[in-house]
């Protein structure tokens, strides 16, 4: 630092993590604006993609969203060829979502130049520098998790007292 004070490490790392977050939101935008949906939709593909199939609830707790949101996101998704919906046999209330196996490799193919730029990347790195990032990183996205929650939290609280 130009006064001769070592620099605040945590700080840095954290405004960086800001900043890498706001880059992963630009490229969710700009994909999901070439695919013809929003960035929560392809979010949501994501998780279909990586999780499997969900019910309407569960997808609604992992994205932060109501019932009714989903819903609306499942007829996009459907529409687009991304998602299938399917109602459970055993409770006909309950319906399903699925992505769609051509629709993902579509929407994920976007970023196939990005996985190889970041595979090169990490192959400068040692196998246990590797391992320490993806330890890091996993705790860093609890923590956002938590804070989300906490702010969630006081939001519905400050709500409630009007």
């Not at 309950?94 to 196996?101: I, K, Q």
């Not at 996993?138 to 956002?144: E, S, V």
Request: glycine content about 8%.
């Amino acid at each position: 630092m130009a006064d001769g004070s070592p620099p605040d490490l945590p700080h840095l790392l954290t405004l960086e993590l800001y900043e890498l977050s706001s880059a992963i939101d630009r490229i969710g935008q700009a994909s999901a604006a070439v695919l013809g949906i929003n960035q929560t939709d392809l979010i949501c593909l994501g998780l279909l993609a990586h999780r499997g199939p969900m019910g309407a609830g569960d997808l609604a707790h992992a994205l932060g969203l109501t019932t009714a949101a989903v819903s609306a996101m499942a007829s996009r998704l459907e529409a687009g060829g991304y998602a299938r919906r399917e109602m459970d046999p055993s409770d006909r209330r309950r319906v399903t979502l699925y992505a769609s196996e051509t629709g993902a490799q579509q929407a994920f193919s976007l970023f196939d130049r990005l996985y190889e730029a970041s595979t090169d990347l990490l192959g400068e790195l040692r196998t246990r520098d590797q391992t320490m990032l993806l330890k890091i990183l996993g705790r860093y996205r609890q923590l956002i998790t938590d804070h989300t929650a906490n702010i969630r939290m006081d939001a519905d609280r400050r709500r409630s007292k009007h």
